[in-house]
């Protein structure tokens, strides 16, 4: 680690209070699949909005990268207790994505499909946050095909699992339903502030 002598602290400060409760800084972006990495055809690839919108959309490869990108500047944190912090996301955000997608008012949750099955859901006031991004690149390189390339979620305010890899369809939903992890126990709300890991 590069910070040391700070006493009882282990980092200074301003670094200290961006740590969530049992988590602990890494510095080299860990890879946590579940199940194989999807082969991606730019040919067939889509991305898809579905459920509860007015008119169902979906873009190709070429028309999801021709959308206006942005960057965030974002600490991620996973339920497996590693932290990265100040990470630059590019790529689309989802506010901007959705510009001209009318969701319809009883819509409250969101759940991403990815490529391989995997799934996990979000109520509405977290993913449509202005921080939320679909993203392909990192600190200006193109995301690997071990984090979600071409194209995955970025979603700081909650725990990494709830930030889907590969993602190809985000369908929005009156009712709440389990993705994939939180099936199997983790816990539905997942903020890393208050260390919601499991249920
Ligand atoms: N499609 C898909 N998305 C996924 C996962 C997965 O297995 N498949 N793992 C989740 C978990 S548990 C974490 S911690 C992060 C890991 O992303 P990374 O491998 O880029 O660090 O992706 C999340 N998104
Ligand atoms: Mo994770």
Redesign the pocket.
Known sequence: MIFRGFGKRRYPPEIEERIPPGQTLTEK???????RV?RFNPQTWDLRVTGLVEEEKRWTYEEFMALPRTKVTAD?H???TWSLLGSEWEGVSVRELLRDVRIKPEARYVMQH???G?T?NLPLDIFLDDDVLLCYRRNGED?TP???WPL??VVPKR?????????RSLEFMARDQLG??ENLGYNNNADPWQEERFS
């Open positions: 972006w860990p890879i946590l699949t579940y199940g999807p991620i996973c339920v497996t990815c490529d391989g995997y996990t995301i071990d984090h979600g995955r979620l725990y990494f699992w709830k930030s889907a890899k590969w993602v994939f992890w």
